[in-house]
């Protein structure tokens, strides 16, 4: 079992629904990040959170760290943010490094 | 443009051969990293840099030989390729080891294909 978990590993939404993307870890961290991969290939680092949330522009990121969750949400969402969403734990072994989630393909319909 | 940079974006060759990705970034980031992304998409690291001294080196074949010159360069060489080298390579960097508060740079990949 992978130490980071995403789930949906597929999702399909219609423009302007509320998106959720969940991301689970079973070891202790320092931090918790969500990428994005676009089609293209490029990826680009959206969020590290080590407690609470985040807010940037229409994404909003949460963590608990009791719980080991992490949530990736997006509002009102748009064609544009069709990508694979990742979520990368960094954790300690000896050095910090980062684990990666399996991603979420996020396909959002006009 | 402050970027982390690959060369090549793609890359062609043999089964048996030796080939070099080159990564750069001009972020004065200290840390820099070659994470590996599978077929199945699936990203896992493969070797971190700080100030030029090697931090992780996961399970990675010896055929891989990671090179930073300085702290804003780390190439990756591939001995005798095989084909399940095979796969899109990512550079990375980042101010500490952690990924600090602005988190991870990632440059665009190399898409590697051993035929």
């Known amino acids: 079992k992978n130490e980071v978990e995403q789930s949906p590993q597929n999702l399909t939404a219609q423009e302007g629904e509320f998106i959720t993307i969940n991301c689970s870890y079973s070891?202790?961290?320092?931090?918790l990040h969500w990428l994005q991969q676009h089609p293209g290939g490029g990826i680009v680092s959206l969020f590290m959170l080590s407690s609470g949330k985040k807010k940037h522009g229409r994404l909003i990121a949460t963590i608990n760290i009791q719980e080991k969750h992490s949530s990736l949400h997006i509002t009102a969402s748009h064609p544009r943010d069709s990508a694979v969403y990742i979520c990368?734990?960094?954790?300690?072994?000896?050095?910090?490094?980062?684990?990666f989630g399996q991603g979420t393909r996020l396909t959002i319909n006009p | 443009d402050t970027a982390v940079s690959q060369t090549p974006k793609y890359l062609v060759t043999q089964m048996g051969n030796d080939k070099s990705i080159k990564c750069e970034q001009n972020?004065?980031?200290?840390?820099m990293y070659w994470y590996k992304q599978d077929s199945k998409k699936f990203l896992k690291i493969m070797f971190s840099y700080n100030n030029k001294e090697l931090i992780i080196n996961e399970t990675v074949p010896n055929r891989f030989s990671p090179k930073s010159p300085d702290k804003a360069h780390l190439n990756l060489h591939i001995n005798s390729l095989e084909l399940g080298d095979s796969a899109v390579y990512f550079c990375?960097?980042?101010?500490?080891?952690?990924?600090?508060?602005?988190?991870?740079?990632f440059g665009s990949g190399t898409r590697l294909t051993v035929v």
């Open positions: 972020l004065g980031h200290d840390t």
């Open positions: 070891v202790g961290i320092s931090a």
């Open positions: 990368a734990a960094s954790i300690i072994q000896g050095a910090q490094k980062l684990v």
């Open positions: 990375a960097s980042s101010q500490g080891l952690g990924g600090s508060s602005y988190g991870y740079t």
